[in-house]
């Protein structure tokens, strides 16, 4: 479990892997974007959506033990640069499940059905739901790329507290 000291075991392997994960689909899709359809990008986007499916389950069970150590987990600090952090938290957890929510929202109403790691989750259907499409196609990459965004802003001030205010903060996390 969290203590209000540092972050426990599970909460760290979470955060890290998530990390990891989330790094694989930055870039798997910057070199969709800059290469455009060559061997390499395929292979990343072969597997996107699978390893999309899989950061969505585990966004899922870091949003419960984050909700299990309510209360007892490491501050946000006071003032005004405390209330800046749990606003900033909040943002990266809404984005973070928002942008594989639309995508799968897309992937239940279009004709294609889904079946990552060989599962059918969503059977193909004969009719297209086109608000969940284009809901998907309009927000799922934009906010990805904000997600991308709030994540270098959220390492440039974990960096900074570690380097510039040295106030331990980022030991809380690594152990
Ligand atoms: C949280 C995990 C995910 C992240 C960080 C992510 C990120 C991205 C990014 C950055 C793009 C490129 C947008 C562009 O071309 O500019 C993209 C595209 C795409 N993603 Fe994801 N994705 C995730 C989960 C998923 C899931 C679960 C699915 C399928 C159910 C999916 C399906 C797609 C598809 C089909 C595209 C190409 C069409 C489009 O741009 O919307 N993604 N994703």
């Known amino acids: ?30 070199v969709k974007l800059v290469l455009g359809r060559v061997p390499l990008s395929g292979f990343f986007v072969g ?36 209330l800046a952090a749990r606003l900033g938290h909040l943002t990266l957890y809404t984005v973070m499940v928002a942008v594989p929510l639309l995508a799968l929202l897309r992937a239940f109403g279009n004709t294609r059905g889904f079946a990552p790691w060989g599962f059918e989750i969503f059977a193909p259907r004969a009719q297209e739901i086109a608000w969940m499409v284009n809901l998907g196609n309009a927000a799922h990459g ?6 991308a965004a709030l994540i270098a802003g959220h390492i440039v001030m974990a960096l900074l507290h570690h380097f510039v205010l040295r106030d331990g903060l980022l030991r809380r996390m690594i152990g």
């Open 47 to 82: 597997l996107h959506q699978p390893v999309g499916l899989a950061i969505f389950a585990l966004i899922a069970l870091r949003v419960l033990w984050a909700l299990l150590n309510r209360g007892h987990r490491p501050g946000h600090g006071a003032g005004a640069l405390g």
């Open 142 to 147: 934009l906010l990805a790329w904000t997600l």
């Open 1 to 30: 479990m969290d203590t209000t000291q540092a972050y426990g075991r599970i909460s760290r392997i979470l955060h890290w892997g998530l990390a990891a994960l989330f790094l694989w689909q930055f870039l798997g899709m910057a």
